[in-house]
């Protein structure tokens, strides 16, 4: 079953990185601009077909695709060429790659909630025996948590989250109670051992949950569109945990890391139902997760080179003169390079955590 859930895991990196391709394809041709080449698949061509100014190909290794814009990458006479292009037009279609990515998300999930019957909401419904912070001044029976620590609930599962990056004694929250928001600051949650509802004792905050409102059309689209916004903070929350040194080389995961991580989510899974259904979450947080990698300001990646025309519109406005696109070229070359370096370092460090 391993290599089953290994040609998933390839096979999940080659739509989503074809489905990147394909909004910047789309985006193109909504601009009129030349599309020489849109390929599913990198490597030898297996089929290629003319049609019009596009050459369409089908190629031999399934890891994803290319669209090939003229005027991309080098200064084209052609009018329909990208270089020739305007500003918003040039943005649209930078970051249309990125949004395609970020729909196929949310499209998964609303995909893998059509089954749900309802869902969890942040309503307390009890204490536990032990809990420190439940009264007037504290948290009351009916409160739904809306954000812990300045960060907004989205989900249910967001309160282990954020509580989890807190403290451990104390929090920020904000609480709808009888329709109007509660500010509750340095409540008392300490994290640890109390008694659940049926009398077992565990490690957390004291919380008891329980309440669901029922999963009708327009809930699913609201939590769809709440779990995808919740993975594009998990994006974020990392981030801020890599730059402030929270956060090191062993919790970063390349290619090997996400395809081990894949398999280990399948085989865990306890009915082929529940691994195709897992994986599919995994691979909407994937999505997401590179829908928002692809628009930081950084050389090589789609948000560089939104970065790049940003700076160069700058210079234009108070120097009457554009940057140089060899200067571009010089930077996003040296950028691709320290990123390809820096994803060896981590796909090293993945097939070293597989032996250990």
């Known amino acids: 079953m391993t290599i089953v859930f290994i040609l998933a895991a390839i096979l999940i990196f080659g739509v989503l990185i074809a489905v990147h391709e394909l909004g910047h394809f789309l985006a193109a041709k909504s601009c009129g601009v030349r599309v020489n080449e849109f390929s599913i698949g990198m490597g030898p061509a297996l089929w290629h077909k003319q049609k019009g100014e596009t050459q369409y190909s089908l190629r031999a290794l399934p890891i994803g695709g290319f669209c090939a814009l003229e005027g991309e990458d080098e200064d084209s006479e052609d009018p329909s060429a990208l270089n020739r292009q305007g500003f ?58 809306v954000s812990v620590n300045g960060e907004r609930i989205y989900l249910y599962s967001d ?97 090997v890391g996400i395809v081990s991580t894949i398999t280990q989510v399948g085989q865990s899974s306890t009915s082929a139902q529940d691994a195709v259904e897992n994986i599919l979450y995994f691979a909407a947080l ?35 003169r554009r940057i140089p696109d060899k200067y571009e070229s010089y930077i996003n070359t040296a950028g691709f390079a320290l990123l390809m370096g820096f994803m060896l370092i981590v796909t090293f460090h993945d097939v070293f955590k597989l032996f250990q």
């Not at 249309?96 to 019957?117: C, D, E, P």
Request: hydrophobic content about 50%; proline content about 4%; overall charge neutral.
């Open 159 to 255: 309160l282990g989250l954020l509580l989890g990056l807190g403290n451990g004694k104390t929090a920020d929250l904000v609480v709808l109670r009888d329709g109007q928001k509660v500010k509750l600051n340095d409540l008392a949650l300490p994290l640890q051992s109390y008694t659940s509802s049926d009398g077992s004792t565990y490690t957390g905050y004291g919380l008891y949950f329980g309440e669901t409102v029922p999963a009708t059309a327009l809930n699913k689209l609201r939590f769809g569109w709440a779990n995808t916004m919740d993975f594009v903070r998990i994006v974020r929350l990392s981030l801020q945990m890599l730059v402030t040194g929270k956060a090191g080389i062993n919790d970063i995961s390349g290619p």
């Open 88 to 145: 918003f037009k040039k943005l649209w279609i930078f970051a249309a790659g990125s949004l395609m990515n970020f729909i196929t998300g949310f499209l998964i999930i609303l995909l893998l909630y059509v089954g749900a019957t309802g869902f969890y909401t942040t309503a307390l419904t009890g204490f536990a025996p032990e809990f420190p912070s439940q009264g007037e001044s504290g948290l009351q029976k009916g409160d739904e948590i």
């Open 286 to 320: 994937i999505a997401v997760n590179l829908s928002v990698m692809n628009l930081l300001p950084l050389p090589a990646l789609d948000g560089g080179k939104i970065f790049f025309m940003v700076i160069d519109l700058f210079a234009v406005a108070l120097f009457h």
